[in-house]
Structures are given as C-alpha cells and as structure tokens.
C-alpha cells in the first residue's frame, strides 16, 4: 500500500482511496446515545415514582366560543354500564385539570421512552470499531489481499508517513535542523516542527501541492489531525513587517482560499515580524485548537 504521490487538492488525500479506510469509531455515537439513555430512563423514573400518585381518571375538554371548559372523567364502579362519571372543574380547581393532563401526557412519553430505549441498549454494547475487529480477526494471509474499509490510527499514521515525496531543494546555507533531523529554512521553523513531534501530529514539510494547473507549490506544513483524519496545511509567515513579503503571500493566501482551503477549517497561519517573534505559546494552542 505504500505509494509515491507528489501532487494534491483539497479533496485528495496524501494516501490515495481514503474514503475506504475511514477513521471508525462509535464512541462519539454511542457517547450521544448514553446521554439519550439517560433522558429516557429519567422519564420512565417520573412515570414509575408519581403516575400512580396522580387523581384516577382522565380530563375531558369542552370548548365553547374561545374558552375551554375542563372536566373530570372518573371510574364509575357504581353505574351497570360502567360509564366514566363526569365532573367540571371549577376555575379554582385548574391545579386538578393540570394534573389530569400531565398524568396523560406522562404516560404517553413512558411508552415512547420505552420502546426507544429497547432500540438503543444493544447500541451501546456493540463493539466500538466493528470493521477494524473484522480485519484483524481475518489470517494475515487474507489481509494481504484485501482492502479493508477501516483500520486503526496507528496503521492509518503508518500509511501517511510512508507516502515518499520529492522535498524541495533549500539553498541557504543557514542549518536549521529538527528534532527529526529535517532541514528546514527559518529557527521558527524548527520550533513549530518540534511542538507537531512533541505532540506525536504527524506532518510533511513542504510537500508539493498542484493548486493551479502546471503550478506546484510547497507549504510550510501538511498536518494530519489523527483524531478526525484531516489533513492541514500550515503556513507561517515571518517576514509580517516587508511590504513585499506581504502583498506576495496575501496573494498566496487567497490563491489557498479560492483552491477550497479556507482558515481556521483546513489552512492555519502564524505570524511574526523582526521584532515581534512567534510566541511558543502560540504555536502549542495552534496545535491543541486545530490539530488534536
């Protein structure tokens, strides 16, 4: 499965055929599910501690003009055909009224809250990654000859490092070496790098990009965000205080947006001038906010 790709959109993947190893987990559903539970189970709780503490009977409902007027139907064991006895309620007595209705409104929400939480028990016992676990039941044998539909973080980041890619050429003479021994152009640079490796985001410096057709450009940083599987590219711009710098990469940065890549979704920025450098601080609430 290890290929060489060299170019990419925004709706590509570095590793090619993403849609078939999707990042599986029903613990965010399940999570939803087990608080819908418990909304559930506290409306079959209300039903069971007050239902049978509520006046016997039913309210009845006459309208007349724009008024409403209520009345009680009660069991009437006295009467050879058993018909409900009826009695109005008096304005004083709304509480009565208010209750006969509550009694029935409760009852149909314990029924509903009953049959739905028998849907969603199994639900949360299902396992929580069904389609890794088929994988990983099969032989290595079979494995080898099929493409799965999911698998785990840890095969998936195996996959996106493996991806090899022509790195652009750096001139300047300047050292600047990571954590990973990379080379890479600026101090800040080197920084950044070593925060992604510090917090375990996997990334390619300078991966070349096709934006525009017979145009290949070279970001900062592609990142994978691991938990939701979302490549994002990070460009830090160092030089805030050069006009020239500047009016070049605004160009740049609307060339991203008009290519689908758009901040704050799949495109972050850092800034710094000669004298105003990119705070640490920064660089490690950039990757706590978009990249874990």
């Given at each position: ?6 170019k990419?959109?925004p709706?590509?993947s570095?590793?090619?055929n993403?849609?078939?190893i999707v990042?599986e987990?029903l613990e965010p559903i399940?999570s939803?599910i087990k608080?819908?539970?418990l909304?559930l189970e506290?409306?079959?709780?209300d039903?069971?501690s007050?239902?049978?503490n509520m ?16 009345y009680?139907?009660q069991p009437?064991?006295a009467s050879s055909d058993?018909l409900?006895?009826?009695?109005y309620i ?7 009224a208010?209750s006969?209705a509550?009694k ?7 029924s509903?809250a ?7 028990y199994?639900l ?10 088929l994988?990983?039941?099969?032989p290595?044998f079979?494995?080898?000859?099929i493409?799965?539909?999911?698998i785990p973080?840890n095969e998936?980041?195996?996959l996106?490092n493996n ?10 003479e300047?050292l ?5 021994n990379e080379?890479?152009?600026s101090?800040?640079?080197v920084n950044?790098?070593n925060?992604?490796?510090k917090?375990?985001v996997p990334?390619k410096?300078?991966?070349p990009?096709s934006?525009v ?15 939701t599987?979302k490549?994002?590219i990070?460009?830090?711009f ?5 006009i020239g ?7 740049k940065l609307?060339s991203?947006?008009l290519h689908g890549y758009m901040l704050g979704?799949?495109l972050i ?8 450098p990119?705070d640490?601080?920064?660089i ?5 906010t978009?990249?874990?």
């Amino acid at each position: 499965m290890k290929k060489n790709y060299n170019k990419h959109n925004p709706k590509e993947s570095v590793i090619p055929n993403q849609t078939v190893i999707v990042k599986e987990s029903l613990e965010p559903i399940q999570s939803l599910i087990k608080e819908r539970i418990l909304f559930l189970e506290r409306i079959v709780q209300d039903y069971e501690s007050s239902f049978h503490n509520m006046p016997d009977g039913s309210l009845g409902v006459i309208k007349h003009g724009n008024k409403y007027q209520y009345y009680w139907k009660q069991p009437n064991h006295a009467s050879s055909d058993n018909l409900p006895k009826r009695t109005y309620i008096k304005n004083s007595e709304i509480s009565l009224a208010s209750s006969l209705a509550q009694k029935s409104y409760l009852k149909q929400a314990y029924s509903l809250a009953k049959k739905e939480l028998k849907l969603l028990y199994p639900l949360v016992d299902l396992d929580k990654a069904p389609l890794v676990s088929l994988y990983h039941s099969l032989p290595e044998f079979r494995q080898k000859l099929i493409t799965p539909y999911a698998i785990p973080d840890n095969e998936f980041i195996d996959l996106w490092n493996n991806v090899s890619y022509h790195k652009h050429d750096i001139y300047d003479e300047t050292l600047f070496i990571t954590n990973r021994n990379e080379r890479v152009r600026s101090k800040i640079e080197v920084n950044i790098a070593n925060m992604l490796d510090k917090y375990n985001v996997p990334y390619k410096y300078e991966y070349p990009m096709s934006l525009v057709k017979g145009e290949t450009i070279y970001p900062d940083f592609l990142c994978l965000n691991v938990r939701t599987r979302k490549e994002i590219i990070w460009e830090h711009f160092g030089m805030m205080d050069d006009i020239g710098y500047l009016r070049k990469n605004y160009a740049k940065l609307q060339s991203y947006q008009l290519h689908g890549y758009m901040l704050g979704k799949n495109l972050i920025t850092t800034f710094e001038t000669s004298k105003q450098p990119l705070d640490s601080r920064i660089i490690k609430a950039t990757i706590e906010t978009y990249l874990m």
